[in-house]
């Protein structure tokens, strides 16, 4: 069995910051690239930023320069400092844990209002 446990949505003011942080447990030793994802109402999930275990980050165009992402292999956590923040960042936000035989875990989401 295995966990997948966000926290640390809530609701900001648009220039404000938020963390959020992921934490994956159970049967599975070590994960490969863990990362985030997001989802707003009306639209498909997207990719926000992943990280690989040696470290090598990918963000989306949009979050680029204000979203910074970061991971703890001992811990298999993965962290997500959110900087300046926008209400087109409004969404749910999901974390990913990729096993290394390549099946996806995913949270239950923690959601993320940027207001105007």
């Known amino acids: 069995q295995v966990q997948v446990v966000e926290s640390g949505g809530g609701l900001v003011q648009t220039g404000g910051f938020l963390r959020l942080s992921c934490a994956a447990s159970g049967s599975i030793y070590r994960f490969g690239t863990m990362g985030w994802y997001r989802q707003a109402p009306g639209k498909q999930r997207e990719l926000v930023a992943t990280?690989?275990?040696?470290?090598?980050?990918n963000y989306a165009n949009s979050v680029k320069g204000r979203f910074v992402i970061s991971r703890d292999n001992a811990k298999n956590t993965v962290d997500m400092q959110m900087n300046s923040l926008k209400p087109e960042d409004t969404a749910v936000y999901y974390c990913?844990?990729?096993?290394?035989?390549?099946?996806?875990?995913w949270g239950q989401g923690t959601q993320v209002t940027v207001s105007s």
């Open positions: 990913n844990a990729h096993s290394m035989s390549g099946y996806d875990y």
């Open positions: 990280i690989t275990v040696g470290g090598t980050t």
